[in-house]
Structures are given as structure tokens and as C-alpha cells.
């Protein structure tokens, strides 16, 4: 699956200034993905194309129960259900 897309300038805004760490930024006429930073009066562009995959795939996590049990028969508690109880 790939999440790579042609920029979109109506997405994804900057919320500061990456000369400045200014957050007074307002959209400039240089071209569609242009912002003018009020503190530093720099304009910049932003561009956001996407991620790429993940070299590795996350394996599925365990439920919130199966979690509990298993950390609970880890540390030897009598509480944990055994596995003859979950069929």
C-alpha cells in the first residue's frame, strides 16, 4: 500500500515558522504552497507528499485480556486463568 499522493496545497499547514518557530503565518501569493511569517517576514514553502511504507509490518497486538493473563501467568500469579479455563 502505497500513501504517496500529488501535494495538496489546501492540506497539512505549518503551524510554526522553521526559521523562527514563529506561529504568526498567513498563506502568500508566491505560489499555492507559500506561507509569510509575520515575526521574521520570511516566506516559505511547504509541501507534504505523503509516507512511505513501512519496511516492517507490526505484528497484531494482543487484546487487553490476553495481555493481562499472559503478564499475570509471567509473574506467577495464582489469578491467572488457565489455558484449559479460556476454551
Avoid: I, K
Avoid at 8 to 36: I, K
Avoid at 45 to 64: C, E, I, N, T, Y
Amino acid at each position: 500500500m502505497r500513501f504517496r499522493r500529488q501535494p495538496n496545497p489546501n492540506r497539512n499547514h505549518p503551524t510554526y515558522c522553521p526559521y523562527c518557530a514563529g506561529t504568526q503565518l498567513f498563506p502568500d501569493t508566491e505560489d499555492e504552497f507559500a506561507w509569510n511569517c509575520q515575526d521574521c517576514r520570511r516566506v516559505f514553502s511547504v509541501r507534504f507528499h505523503g509516507q512511505d511504507d513501512s519496511p516492517v509490518a507490526p505484528s497484531p497486538a494482543l487484546s487487553s485480556q490476553e495481555a493481562l493473563q499472559q503478564s499475570l501467568r509471567r509473574r506467577g500469579h495464582s489469578t491467572a486463568r488457565q489455558e484449559a479455563d479460556d476454551a
